[in-house]
């Protein structure tokens, strides 16, 4: 079985820019969860997706937003982007919603310039 | 929201010592994850572990999820067992993850 995908590994943008990275899941899996690593902030739970419906969310302000596809696919989309948005952002795949096994992805490294 | 402590927070060791990493939380939770960060930033799965003791290899791991503890012991440990170790507990479909601890073996 496939593990979890997310491109693209790096990218680069400058502020004021949004930028969009994408999560596939374990085929089967049907929840997706996203994070974000700071060395200062440490790891921080953005939002849940099940069903293509944001099920939780964590406190970040409204320029980090996501979806969730038919496919289970997920996007997470963060709009004018700041300095301190430069972090490792990392999905996970649950087969259920609301919690079991998490399965994680590579990363998007995001550098904000 | 639950609060997540690990101990000790940097831990250096010689191959082939053993070693105890802790993780406390501050209220009841459904589940209960232990990782490896790898130095390219991905989470490695060890243990789902919501009570009880299990076991893989060198590893090993317990939750006394009634005293709301989660142990991980690595036995004779190597030096690529470096890294940074991960507890996440989750409730109400939201993970929290500790501040995780830093080991480093050295030959």
């Known amino acids: 079985k496939a593990g979890v995908t997310q491109t693209p590994r790096y990218l680069i943008k400058t502020r004021g820019q949004q930028v969009t990275l994408s999560c596939s899941p374990i085929?089967?899996?049907?929840?997706v969860s996203w994070y974000q690593q700071t060395p200062g902030q440490g790891l921080q739970f953005l939002f849940e997706?099940?069903?293509?419906?944001?099920?939780n969310k964590g406190n970040f302000p409204g320029r980090f937003s996501g979806r969730q596809f038919s496919n289970s696919r997920s996007e997470m989309n963060v709009s004018t982007l700041e300095l301190g948005d430069s972090a490792l952002y990392l999905c996970?795949?649950?087969?259920?919603?609301?919690?079991?096994?998490?399965?994680f992805g590579p990363g998007t490294r995001l550098t904000v310039l | 929201g639950i609060q997540v402590e690990q101990s000790p927070p940097d831990l250096i060791l010689q191959e082939g010592a053993n070693s105890t990493l802790r993780c406390n939380f501050s209220d009841s939770v459904n589940n209960l994850q232990w990782f490896h960060q790898n130095p390219w930033g991905q989470l490695i799965n060890l243990f789902y572990?919501?009570?009880g003791t299990k076991q893989n290899g060198r590893l090993s791991a317990t939750t006394v999820a009634t005293e709301r503890y989660s142990l991980l012991y690595i036995s004779s440990s190597q030096t690529t067992d470096s890294g940074v170790y991960f507890c996440a507990v989750q409730y109400a479909g939201k993970s929290t993850f500790g501040d995780g601890t830093t080991l480093t073996v050295k030959p």
């Open positions: 572990i919501p009570s």
């Open positions: 996970a795949s649950l087969q259920r919603e609301g919690g079991n096994e998490q399965f």
């Open positions: 997706y099940f069903s293509e419906t944001q099920r």
């Open positions: 085929s089967g899996h049907r929840s």
